[in-house]
């Protein structure tokens, strides 16, 4: 597998709007265009170092990961913040085209990188009945008309047969997938292995949960 990230100094490719953006909305940080680029990539480079996407590219958008995930694009909350303290939010693609930026996380997160991606082709999808059941009992309102695991497993597998984006994140060193449940107010926090082909469905989280299940990344040691 080739590591994309660290083989490409120009692994982003950063374009005027964002340069100007941030010498605009930063002026006490930044003074020149250059001062823009440089930091950029240094703080780019510093989390690629961490977060390792590897992969095979596929055409000119898409990158084929070792679990065996079509990344189709990448959010970076940068870390800089603005008065109001909204970060700036960076979207590209996995192989570093610019698609946009906002100043939209409010969250704690200082610097980090997800990656939206379309589910593994598994060809088994195993539900933790248990632990899904006792979380949807804790919870009320909305929850209450999600209460039949079938609905669940249908919306997995449109979402696969689909190639439906979600988010792909890694949690306490594991690869992680959030399915939202648009119904249900909530998220299905799951699990691939690509060895047995199973895809796992581990827990339910709500929104403020799947927000803090993002916001504790730990990718030091995890590749792909």
């Not at 598994?122 to 949807?136: G, N």
Request: proline share 4%; glycine share 4%; net charge positive.
């Amino acid at each position: 597998m080739t590591n994309y990230s660290r083989i490409r100094e120009d692994f982003f490719r950063i374009q005027k709007p964002l340069i100007q953006d941030m010498l605009r909305t930063l002026s006490c940080t930044f003074k020149t265009p250059k001062d823009v680029i440089n930091a950029i990539k240094h703080r780019l480079a510093s989390i690629s170092d961490i977060y390792e996407l590897e992969g095979e590219e596929i055409g000119s958008d898409f990158i084929l990961t070792q679990d065996e995930t079509i990344i189709t694009e990448i959010l970076w909350l940068s870390g800089w913040r603005r008065s109001d303290g909204r970060m700036l939010c960076i979207m590209m693609t996995p192989t570093g085209k610019y698609i946009g930026h906002s100043w939209d996380h409010t969250g704690p997160v200082n610097i980090a990188i997800l990656a939206k991606a379309v589910i593994p082709m598994f060809e088994k999808l195993e539900i933790s009945y248990q632990h899904v059941r006792q979380a949807m009992r804790r919870r009320r309102g909305p929850m209450a008309f999600f209460s039949d695991s079938e609905l669940l497993r249908n919306l997995i597998l449109n979402f696969r047969d689909t190639d439906t984006e979600v988010l792909r994140t890694i949690h306490k060193q594991e690869i992680s997938y959030l399915v939202q449940i648009p119904y249900a107010n909530a998220f299905a926090a799951c699990s691939y292995n690509k060895e047995t082909k199973v895809f796992h469905v581990n827990t339910i989280l709500s929104n403020w949960m799947a927000s803090k299940h993002i916001t504790s990344l730990q990718p030091q040691s995890v590749n792909g």
